[in-house]
Nanobody, 125 residues
């Protein structure tokens, strides 16, 4: 049974930091990513992604230089270190995992076949 479980969300002041963790199990995954969905019906957007085979990473322009995605191969876990947080980073953050063999970093939600339940990140001004 596949499980994707996020942790580490919470409330933080602007300028602060949080680290999200995502543990995936039940399959071999080759790409994992973080997406977020802000309130008011906004679309789910990619934040960062990492490929397991080559370690290639992707960051959206809005988080580049502030967020870092990393992996622990042995634990099939991916992390998202978020620094210099801004109120506009407030959203539910979702971890996604895909089991297709690829060297690409997938950036579209439709490319992922497994999702976590989401963790809330709130940044106060």
């Amino acid at each position: 049974q596949v499980q994707v479980v996020e942790s580490g969300g919470g409330l933080v002041q602007a300028g602060g930091s949080l680290r999200l963790s995502c543990a995936a199990s039940g399959r071999t995954f080759y790409t994992m990513g973080w997406f977020r969905q802000a309130p008011a019906g906004k679309e789910r957007e990619v934040v960062a992604a990492i490929n397991w085979i080559g370690g290639r990473t992707y960051y959206s322009d809005s988080v580049k230089g502030r967020f870092t995605i990393s992996r622990d191969n042995g634990r099939n876990t991916v992390y998202l270190q978020m620094n210099s947080l801004k109120p506009e980073d407030t959203a539910v953050y979702y971890c996604a995992a895909d089991s297709s063999i690829t060297i690409e970093t997938k950036t579209a939600a439709a490319q992922y076949n497994y999702w976590g339940q989401g963790t809330q990140v709130t940044v106060s001004s």
